[in-house]
Nanobody, 120 residues
Framework: QVQLVESGGGSVQSGGSLRLSCVFSGYRINRYCMGWFRQAPGKEREGVAT??SIADPVTGRFTISQDNAKNTLYLQMNNLKPEDTAMYYC???????????????????WGQGTQVTVSS
């Protein structure tokens, strides 16, 4: 049974940094395609990053990485802005068929989320 558990969220001031982690269990993480998503109150869930793509609003500020030995996915977030405030989720899907990695509709497994709040 696949499970994902996020951690690392918190409250920071604008310009600060956070590193999110997502521990993947139940199978090997390298058998799945992983992604980070976020959802702000009243807004639709949106894709943030996959290993192959990154959303325009976070380009140059966020970096995704994956440690297969630790079965863990990371999201390094630098120069955070108030508009980055959201619940952040990691998610997993099978890698075939390939699709739009940033489309949350394609993902099967989800973590419970970790809150990121950025104050100005």
């Amino acid at each position: 049974q696949v499970q994902l558990v996020e951690s690392g969220g918190g409250s920071v001031q604008s310009g600060g940094s956070l590193r999110l982690s997502c521990v993947f269990s139940g199978y090997r993480i390298n058998r799945y395609c992983m992604g980070w998503f976020r959802q702000a109150p009243g807004k639709e869930r949106e894709g943030v990053a996959t290993i192959d793509s990154i959303a325009d609003p976070v380009t140059g500020r966020f970096t995704i990485s994956q440690d297969n030995a630790k079965n863990t996915l990371y999201l390094q977030m630098n120069n955070l802005k108030p508009e980055d405030t959201a619940m952040y989720y990691c998610a997993a899907k099978t890698c075939w068929p390939p699709g739009n990695g940033l489309s949350f509709h394609e993902y099967t497994y989800w973590g419970q989320g970790t809150q990121v709040t950025v104050s100005s």
